[in-house]
T-cell receptor, first 114, second 109 residues
Framework: DAGITQSPRHKVTETGTPVTLRCHQT?????MYWYRQDPGHGLRLIHY???????DKGEVSDGYSVSRSKTEDFLLTLESATSSQTSVYFC?????????????FGPGTRLTVL | QKEVEQNSGPLSVPEGAIASLNCTYSDRGSQSFFWYRQYSGKSPELIMSIYSNGDKEDGRFTAQLNKASQYVSLLIRDSQPSDSATYLC?????????FGTGTSLTVIP
């Protein structure tokens, strides 16, 4: 998985509780991304980061916030989890210093909101 | 909206046959294109990348790109049961990656 870990790998929580997912990379890549994957929707971008403290919204950012205080860590927070946020969450990294660079994915976190 | 469209399938082929997967994209500014393979319960894994018009071959895999038609395809020759997975097409533009919903491929022994 190209030096990317995600924690936790599985989580069950209740509606209304805060949840934080962590992505950690050892590749020193500049770009980090959070996606969610749901049947029939494919991979949808939630937020991404292009450097420490530099983040931007993706296609489905409502209800999510992110932080990146170190190059290697990118945190995704659900401030008040809802059942619609039940999904598989993937972190990805990319260097993009060359036009031929691509993304590499972490192992994923399966989140269930009851 | 930078869309990537794929036939969702499912696509079934017999072992040893050629599997053909297709993808179209809407953003003419996209320069880089990728095919990922995703096994059930696993994360996407890059199998091919292509950046210029024409064919690119890697083992049993051939990616084809036609920028004029905004079309990308993946051919898998001598398909094996281990190729059974969902295949995701993706494009890159503006530091973001755009994914299709995936095509499910089953290779029947």
């Amino acid at each position: 998985d190209a030096g990317i870990t995600q924690s936790p790998r599985h989580k069950v929580t209740e509606t209304g509780t805060p949840v934080t997912l962590r992505c950690h990379q050892t590749e020193n890549h500049r770009y980090m991304y959070w996606y969610r994957q749901d049947p029939g929707h494919g991979l949808r971008l939630i937020h991404y980061s292009y450097g420490v403290k530099d983040t931007d919204k993706g296609e489905v950012s409502d209800g999510y916030s992110v932080s990146r205080s170190k190059t290697e860590d990118f945190l995704l927070t659900l401030e008040s989890a809802t059942s619609s946020q039940t999904s598989v969450y993937f972190c990805a990294i990319s260097d993009l210093r060359k036009s031929t660079d691509t993304q590499y994915f972490g192992p994923g976190t399966r989140l269930t909101v009851l | 909206q930078k869309e990537v469209e794929q036939n969702s399938g499912p696509l079934s082929v017999p072992e040893g046959a050629i599997a053909s997967l297709n993808c179209t994209y809407s953003d003419r500014g996209s320069q880089s294109f990728f095919w990922y393979r995703q096994y059930s319960g696993k994360s996407p894994e890059l199998i091919m990348s292509i950046y210029s018009n024409g064919d690119k071959e890697d083992g049993r895999f051939t990616a084809q790109l036609n920028k004029a038609s905004q079309y990308v395809s993946l051919l898998i020759r001598d398909s094996q049961p281990s190729d059974s997975a969902t295949y995701l097409c993706a494009s890159e533009a503006g530091n973001q990656f755009y994914f299709g919903t995936g095509t499910s491929l089953t290779v029947i022994p």
